[in-house]
């Protein structure tokens, strides 16, 4: 038991003096968690409109009006151009998503009778055109209800309707919206995505973590000092346990910094029930290094067993959708095929507080594929560490 | 021109041997090209919107004419779908949204009652938002319409004025007039060409491992002391890079615009001289973060640490514009940034004039960052 702790101290030093192997394996979720759940939160991120009003006419007042109202805002920001010339430079240029420009005889052409246009210059994204095109369609829609009825029905039928001008109404509501996915995200769930990045990428550098138990074995083996340990007067099975234990503690602290620095730095709730998610954190860790050991056991060398591991590593998390939220339903069950799968989806019901019986029902396949992947890894181990195995 | 020999003794390396040119050429190509098939497969789909119009009067068809002559959704049209069918549509990823107009959509509007459609949706996103906004705009209009016509002080409407009213606002005098703007969609659907550049950075992070290789074994010390200038060897060790890089760019793209159809609307020259200008920088780079490390299995782990996420944050995954204004102005730093948006140009119909300053940012990016890496080459700092 002894060499065993001895070991494992020894493969911890080790590990503690690999400062780039731990930049990687702490810093890159740390900053991949930030770069993507920044960039896929939820909050609805308003259209930039660049906007330039030629027109002197009638209906500036109800122009400016409109575009200075409380209602569009959640929808639109605008930024202020200086000519046709500019607005179409910002849209272009891709420093604004839209642009409208009210050409400067727009008053005067409709109350003269004629068709009159606005100006506009789609960009690049179709969700925010949509947005803007949406807003503009009030306005016009509002403005030729107004010259419809004064040609249809005569001027004096407007005279209760005339201060309601060129502004929005909101006043009567002819839409009921129903969210089906009630204060859920399509795409993370009942979490945000902050969460939901932080859950994908602890899992999948879990997984690269469980590795470096099998790189340990395999660079001692290629140099030649695993084998000298059965020189010494003390069990054989027991320093190559310490040097699987010393991977495993170094997966732990993994863990530990990931999570309390996305508790603290990001503010992510992972919803309490710490001893739950460690208990997924070292399932994970055991399946990741018992995958590592047995590709190890085919692979022979730390290069080959590293591109493969690697390579199977990043598949399932892009299957489990961890690089692009939503691919599960692109995909079909594939993801359900991959360890991260079951890991993320517990993870993500203890951070939305569902209850208990739920949980279980995924900690427990995570924990059998642990326990397979775990035994077969067993059974291969002594190709792993034998010279002429 | 002693460097002759050097570059292309780093070509053999890279690519010399079967394994060589399987893994570092060949198999990066076809990957990529295949990736390049699925994604011109994935993009292009409109939001999917289905209508259930079972209103007996005029203003629900009203309502479904303004909806369809909206370009940017793909309006189904049913009459007979419960709400709960509606509901399954869009909880089971069949439509996008889905609208139900009541019966007595009209009656109720007529007799001055609140009357409502309604819209289902997953949940709140800006299209959806916008779909909503539109939506209530038009059933003002309605209800506004309807108040016109309505006979003074009785419950009772004048049906012929309000279809008269409603066929004159259906060809408006005031429009919006959309002005067609020649825009790349490099930058809003950046994925294919983004990966190509990783890659492509990966790739020449491998043959600066080869020049790293060379000085931890002490070979690079040796080429100091034959008759040639530093200078050679320098330039040597670059353009073989370089040209390697330019290989494996020249297969990778060919296959995927020749073989698998890819077109992001940019002739193939234009586009080779462009990545031509980002390799340089991209060669800058990795040099420069390889003068940094001791040795090359640091160089490859600490790649992992800046091609990922300044991918990421120069736009290469997804657009730009989803990442918080910092990020944004951070992207300016990075060279993939500058490479995406001349390419969007060029595919917006841009000539190379209007891309001249993205070219030089490239250049200059290229001359610091190498003058920087030129420590890869000095042969007396090994671990």
């Not at chain 1, 009003?53 to 209906?59: L, N, R, T, W």
């Not at chain 1, 993370?188 to 990045?197: D, K, L, R, V």
């Not at chain 1, 140099?223 to 320093?239: E, H, V």
């Not at chain 1, 234990?245 to 863990?255: E, N, S, Y």
Request: with cysteine; proline share 3%; glycine share 8%.
């Amino acid at each position: 038991m002894r060499a065993c702790w001895i070991t494992v101290y020894y493969e911890l030093l080790k590990y503690s003096r690999m400062r780039s192997v731990l930049i990687i394996l702490i810093g890159l979720p740390l900053l991949l968690i930030l770069l993507l759940g920044s960039a896929f939160d939820r909050e609805i991120k308003p259209a930039k409109v660049a906007l330039f009003v030629d027109d002197q006419g009638e209906m500036r007042s109800g122009i400016d009006t409109f575009w200075s109202d409380e209602s569009i805002a959640p929808y639109i920001k605008q930024l202020p151009a200086a000519s046709e010339k500019e607005v179409q430079d910002l849209v272009t240029e891709g420093i604004a998503d839209y642009g409208v420009y009210i050409p400067s005889g727009f008053s005067k052409r409709l109350l003269a009778g004629e068709e009159a246009t606005w100006k506009t210059f789609s960009g690049r994204y179709g969700e925010k055109n949509m947005a803007a095109d949406a807003v503009i369609n009030s306005y016009m829609t509002n403005l030729n209800l107004q010259l419809a009825a004064m040609a249809t029905l005569g001027p004096d039928q407007m005279a209760g309707r005339s201060q309601a001008s060129g502004s929005v109404e909101t006043k009567t509501s002819g839409i009921v919206i129903g969210n089906l996915g009630t204060e859920e995200n399509q795409l993370f769930g009942p979490t945000n995505s902050m969460q939901y990045y932080s859950a994908a990428y602890l899992i999948m550098f879990l997984l690269f973590g469980g590795m470096s138990a099998a790189i340990a074995l395999l660079d001692q083996k290629e140099s030649g000092t695993l084998q000298r340990l059965y020189g010494l007067p003390s069990s054989f099975g027991a320093n190559v346990f310490g040097i699987i234990v010393g991977a495993a503690m170094l997966a732990a602290l993994q863990a530990l910094v990931i999570i309390s620095f996305t508790t603290f730095g990001y503010g992510v709730d992972w919803g309490g029930h710490f001893f739950w998610i460690a208990w997924i954190c070292l399932l994970t860790t055991a399946a990741g290094s018992a995958l590592a050991i047995i590709i190890a056991s085919f692979a022979k060398t730390r290069k080959t067993m590293q591109t493969l591991f690697m390579i199977l590593v990043f598949v399932m998390t892009f299957l489990s959708g961890g690089m692009m939220a939503g691919i599960e339903n692109m995909i079909g069950n594939a993801s359900k095929w991959t360890i991260n799968h079951w890991a993320n989806v517990s993870l993500r019901a203890i951070m939305s507080g569902s209850d208990t019986g739920s949980v279980w029902h995924e900690i427990g396949i995570l924990a059998m594929i642990a326990l397979i992947l775990s035994l077969f890894a067993v059974l291969r181990l002594s190709k792993v560490v034998k010279q002429y195995g | 021109m002693a460097s002759i020999p050097i570059a292309v003794h780093l070509i053999k390396r890279t690519m010399g041997t079967r394994r060589g040119l399987i893994m570092n050429v060949l198999l990066p190509a076809l990957l990529l090209s295949v990736m390049a098939g699925l994604f011109s497969g994935l993009q292009g789909n409109k939001a999917v919107i289905v209508i259930n119009n079972t209103d007996t009067g005029l203003l629900g068809s009203s309502l479904v004419t303004s909806l369809e002559k909206e370009t940017q959704y793909e309006v189904r049209l049913t009459k007979d779908m419960t709400e709960q069918a509606l509901k399954a549509q869009v909880l089971d990823g069949d439509a996008d949204a889905s609208i139900h107009i009541p019966h007595d959509y009209t009656q109720k509007m007529i007799d001055g009652e609140q009357s409502n459609a309604v819209l289902y949706r997953m949940d709140e996103q800006l299209w959806n938002a916008s779909l909503a906004a539109m939506l209530n705009t038009e059933a003002d209009k309605l209800a506004a319409s309807v108040r016109l016509v309505q006979n003074k002080g009785a419950q009772t409407v004048d049906s012929d004025k309000l279809a008269a009213l409603l066929a004159a606002q259906a060809f408006p005098k005031a429009a919006a007039e959309s002005v067609g703007m020649r825009l790349g969609n490099i930058v809003s659907n950046p994925m294919m060409i983004g990966l190509i550049l990783m890659f492509v950075m990966m790739l020449l992070s491998q043959s600066i491992g080869l020049v790293m290789e060379d000085r931890e074994q002490r070979t690079m010390a040796r080429m100091y002391t034959a008759p040639l200038r530093s200078l050679d060897i320098a330039f040597g060790n670059f353009a073989g890079s370089m040209i390697v890089a330019t290989i494996q760019l020249v297969i990778v793209l060919g296959l995927t615009y020749f073989a698998f159809g890819y077109s992001p609307g940019i002739p193939f020259g234009s586009m080779l001289i462009v990545l031509e200008f980002y390799l340089l920088a991209a060669l800058g780079l990795v040099s420069a973060i390889a003068g940094l490390v001791r040795n090359s299995t640091q160089l490859s782990q600490i790649n992992n640490l800046i091609i990922t996420p300044t991918c990421m944050i120069s736009g290469c995954f997804f657009p730009l514009s989803m990442l918080p204004d910092f990020l944004q102005r951070l992207a300016n730093f990075t060279p993939q940034k500058w490479a995406l948006q001349a390419i969007d140009r060029l595919g917006g119909g841009g000539s190379f004039s209007d891309i001249g300053l993205h070219l030089l940012i490239l250049f200059l990016f290229a001359a610091v960052m190498l003058a920087f890496g030129s420590a890869v080459l000095r042969p007396n700092k090994t671990s």
